[in-house]
Nanobody
């Protein structure tokens, strides 16, 4: 009943910027940490950025200083602002949300479908 929908991916030139969005909908009682992962062809999925409910953030060393994660709790949405993009940033980007559907339900994790980001000239 919970759906996580990502958008904003596409083709961008090196040095360019792109903003990804991830909106969670359905029966959401409480949202905890939200994260962005990415997976390049032939590679394992890696954590890109994390934002806690209180706003604390953490980034992979490879994107630190270039990417910014943020969230809009009222909209159950997390964003990833990507700047100074490099070809090595090319990957499928996935959103992950830790949430509760009710106060008496355990925490669960929901993945988005992924959105393709291609950095190329």
């Amino acid at each position: 009943q919970v759906q996580v929908v990502e958008s904003g991916g596409g083709l961008v030139q090196p040095g360019g910027s792109l903003r990804l969005s991830c909106a969670a909908s359905g029966s959401i009682f409480s949202m905890d940490v939200m994260s962005w992962y990415r997976q390049a062809p032939g590679k394992q999925r890696e954590l890109v950025a994390v934002i806690a409910s209180g706003g604390t953030t953490n980034y992979a060393e490879s994107v630190k200083g270039r990417f910014t994660i943020s969230r809009d709790n009222a909209k159950n949405t997390v964003y990833l602002q990507m700047g100074s993009l490099k070809p090595e940033d090319t990957a499928v980007y996935y959103c992950y949300a830790r949430l509760k559907t009710a106060s008496n339900r355990p925490w669960q994790g929901n993945w988005g479908q992924g959105t393709q980001v291609t950095v190329s000239s």
